[in-house]
Every structure is written in structure tokens, then in C-alpha cells.
């Protein structure tokens, strides 16, 4: 078993943190069925979560910080999304 990179390990922690923010914020443009923000916040989504995935396949151990970095992605994005009820969803182009 080869030993965990401190910065690969970050990395992977801060790239799927990332991965869920953007995740949370793609299913929000989904609900307020807005096409271009969806695509766009999909493409970004794709792009961070194969980072983590190359980075996490040479060593298992990886992925354990990748789900921590999920968890704390998607915490932190529902909580910069909450909001009063009634309003759109953050995220969401205006209308």
C-alpha cells in the first residue's frame, strides 16, 4: 500500500468538495428549468469530478477524502442555498 500524499489527498478533499457545490448548484437550474446555467453547471460538474477520479484510482485511500469533500461540498452549497420559502433557487438565471 503506498502512502497518502498530503497535497494529492487536499486536492482530492477541495476537488470533490467542489464537484457537490457545483452538483447542488446544476440540480438547481434543473428545477428551475433553466437550460444554459444547467449545461453549463454539468460541464463544470464533469470536469471537477474527473480530477478526482484520476487522482483517487492509483490509491484507494483517496477515497476516503473524496467522500469527506462531498459531504462538505454539498453541506456548504445547501446552506449558501437556503433561503426564506418562495423565492427562486440561487443559482438560477433571473427571469
Do not use: C, Q
Not at 10 to 33: I, Q
Amino acid at each position: 500500500m503506498a502512502a497518502i500524499d498530503p497535497l494529492t489527498a487536499g486536492a482530492v478533499f477541495l476537488a470533490t468538495a467542489a464537484t457537490d457545490a457545483v452538483y447542488v448548484m446544476f440540480t438547481s437550474a434543473v428545477v428551475a428549468r433553466k437550460r444554459v446555467p444547467a449545461a453549463t453547471w454539468s460541464s463544470v460538474w464533469y470536469l471537477l469530478s474527473s480530477y478526482a477520479v484520476i487522482s483517487y484510482t492509483e490509491n484507494w485511500m483517496y477515497v476516503a477524502f473524496a467522500a469527506f469533500g462531498s459531504w462538505v461540498g454539498a453541506y456548504a452549497t445547501i446552506t449558501f442555498l437556503h433561503s426564506p420559502p418562495g423565492g427562486p433557487p440561487v443559482g438560477a438565471a433571473p427571469e
